[in-house]
Nanobody, 119 residues
Framework: QVQLVESGGGLVQPGGSLRLSCAAS????????MGWYRQAPGKQRELVAR???????NYADSVKGRFTISRDNAKNTVYLQMSSLKPEDTAVYYC?????????????WGQGTQVTVSS
């Protein structure tokens, strides 16, 4: 059974930084594209950033220049370094990954981690 476990959320002041981590575990053959989404209260879940196995990235316009996504393929782990945080970045952040496991290729979600940007 494949699981994605996120960590690193919390409360931070505007202008501060946080680093999120998401580790995939289980009988994984290959982790393909991995990414981060977020959902603020009353809003739809939106893509924040994603990264391919080869390291190609894309970002939401709202976070370009402030957030950096990276991954460690050996550890099946993806990171999101968030800097210059704004109150509008407040949301539950979810990890997502396309993974080839025993049953084939499926998309998986983490349980979410709360990020609150407030003074």
């Amino acid at each position: 059974q494949v699981q994605l476990v996120e960590s690193g959320g919390g409360l931070v002041q505007p202008g501060g930084s946080l680093r999120l981590s998401c580790a995939a575990s289980g009988r994984i053959f290959t982790a393909y594209t991995m990414g981060w989404y977020r959902q603020a209260p009353g809003k739809q879940r939106e893509l924040v950033a994603r990264i391919t196995t080869g390291g190609a990235t894309n970002y939401a316009d709202s976070v370009k220049g402030r957030f950096t996504i990276s991954r460690d393929n050996a550890k099946n782990t993806v990171y999101l370094q968030m800097s210059s945080l704004k109150p509008e970045d407040t949301a539950v952040y979810y990890c997502n990954a396309a993974i080839r496991a025993v049953a084939g290729v499926s998309g998986y979600w983490g349980q979410g981690t709360q990020v609150t940007v407030s003074s």
